[in-house]
């Protein structure tokens, strides 16, 4: 299997122009490496080689373990005593479970955003729809499936709640790797259709039809992954 070390995009100038920098340097290699996994150029079961990570990113062996560590705490990574770590290979059940927190809690999520909701929260929605219609229409499969998990967490982020945010994100981020392993081919692209009914519900104050609509969505994209036993 082609080894981490190729498969990661170098750094950009780490903060503070400092490539040892403690929490820092390890934050700029956890989103390298988020990055790398959500967009599929680290592929689930992949090991990641410390010393690879380490030379590649100009850091000790103990930075990127503490990066490792913390991405094992999202679920995008196992570490496995004496092996070392992998990339996540989500099982059907944990697929199933995902999707199911994420119905209760988007369903939730509605409701404070709905009840705070003013034109400019709505501007915003419709900016990012957008941007998901442009990336639909386009060829770009990484960009397109990116923004349209942030349309999920663009809404948590309208309401001010940062562990909300960073919760949805992280179910999203687990969502990617789901997709990727049990997506079956004729899966349909209906998610950015779905998006403009249920920013428009929101937009009308209906929370039942938006809880509603948002259900369905969820139900949908699972149903479209080959998921048995």
Do not use: W
């Not at 040892?20 to 290699?29: A, C, E, R, Y």
């Not at 990012?128 to 990336?135: I, N, R, T, Y």
């Amino acid at each position: 299997m082609t080894s981490a070390k190729l498969l990661i995009f170098p750094p950009a100038n780490p903060p503070n122009g400092s490539s040892d920098k403690g929490v820092s340097s390890t934050d700029h290699i956890v989103q390298a490496l988020t990055k790398a996994i959500i967009e599929h150029r680290l592929l689930p079961g992949e090991k990641l080689k410390e010393q690879h990570i380490a030379d590649q990113f100009g850091v000790s062996r103990t930075l990127v373990r503490q990066a490792l560590y913390q991405l094992s705490q999202k679920h995008l990574i196992r570490i496995e005593q004496a092996r070392g770590a992998f990339v996540a290979a989500p099982s059907i059940k944990e697929a199933r479970e995902v999707f199911a927190v994420r119905i209760i809690l988007e369903s939730a999520m509605l409701e404070l955003l709905i009840a705070g909701i003013t034109p400019k929260k709505i501007k915003a929605l419709r900016a990012h729809l957008k941007l998901e219609a442009a990336a639909v229409k386009g060829t770009d499969a990484e960009s397109r499936t990116e923004l349209l998990g942030d349309f999920h967490v663009l809404m948590a982020e309208l309401i001010e709640n940062e562990v909300l945010a960073q919760s949805l994100q992280d179910l999203i981020s687990r969502c990617s790797l789901i997709t990727l392993l049990y997506q079956s081919d004729h899966a349909a692209g209906h998610s950015h259709d779905e998006h403009i009914d249920i920013l428009e519900a929101i937009a009308g104050q209906n929370i039942n039809l938006a809880k509603q609509l948002m259900q369905a969505h969820l139900q949908s994209v699972l149903a479209g992954l080959a998921l048995h036993n």
